[in-house]
C-alpha cells in the first residue's frame, strides 16, 4: 500500500485512516487522524524513558505518541491510546511513519550521499473486520498471521 508520494517537500502534517480504529472507553470509534514528520528529537528523547529502557519494544509506542498528533477526539494522543490499537492499526501507523520519515522516499538533492536503507515492516494492508492480516514483527523479524475475527 502506498501512503502517498513525496516528490516535492513533503507537508508537515498527513492525514490518515485507520484500517480499524481504536474504540474508547465509550465505545466510540476513532480512525481519522494526523501524523506529523519526526524530528531528530522525537527519536532520541525516548531512549532516556524507563519504560523503554526496561523494554525496548516500547520504543515505537513512544514515538507514535509523539507524531500522531490527533486521533479522533484525542489530541495530543497518549501512549495508553496507541498502546490500546489493533496491532493491523498499529502497524499501519508504523508503515506511514517509515513512509513519511525516511529519506530515500524523497529525491535526493545535489551531491547528496543515498542513505543505507532503513529496515522495517511492510506497510499493512486495510482488512475488512473479522480478517486476516499478514504482518512481520518490527522487533524480532518474524512473520505473524494476525486473526481479527475475534475468536
Excluded at 513533503?10 to 480504529?21: I, K, S, T
Excluded at 495508553?80 to 535526493?108: C, H, K, R
Excluded at 538533492?109 to 515492516?121: D, E, M
Aim: proline share 12%.
Amino acid at each position: 500500500m502506498t501512503y502517498g508520494s513525496l516528490t516535492a517537500a513533503p507537508a508537515a502534517l498527513h492525514e490518515f485512516a485507520l484500517p480499524l480504529g481504536y474504540a474508547d472507553a465509550a465505545g466510540r470509534l476513532h480512525r481519522r487522524g494526523l501524523m506529523r514528520l519526526a524530528t531528530a528529537f522525537d527519536e532520541i528523547e525516548p531512549l532516556g524513558d524507563p519504560r523503554v529502557q526496561g523494554n525496548e519494544a516500547y520504543l515505537g509506542l513512544l514515538l507514535l505518541s509523539r507524531v500522531v498528533v490527533r486521533l479522533g477526539d484525542f489530541s495530543p494522543v497518549p501512549p495508553e491510546v496507541i498502546a490500546g490499537l489493533y496491532t493491523a492499526d498499529f502497524a499501519y501507523l508504523q508503515g506511514l511513519y517509515l513512509e513519511l520519515n525516511t529519506a530515500l522516499s524523497l529525491p535526493p538533492g545535489p551531491g547528496a550521499v543515498a542513505p543505507a536503507p532503513v529496515a522495517g515492516p511492510p506497510p499493512a494492508q486495510p482488512v475488512p473486520l473479522g480478517g486476516t492480516v499478514e504482518t512481520t514483527c518490527p522487533h524480532c523479524g518474524s512473520d505473524l498471521l494476525l486473526d481479527l475475527s475475534g475468536a
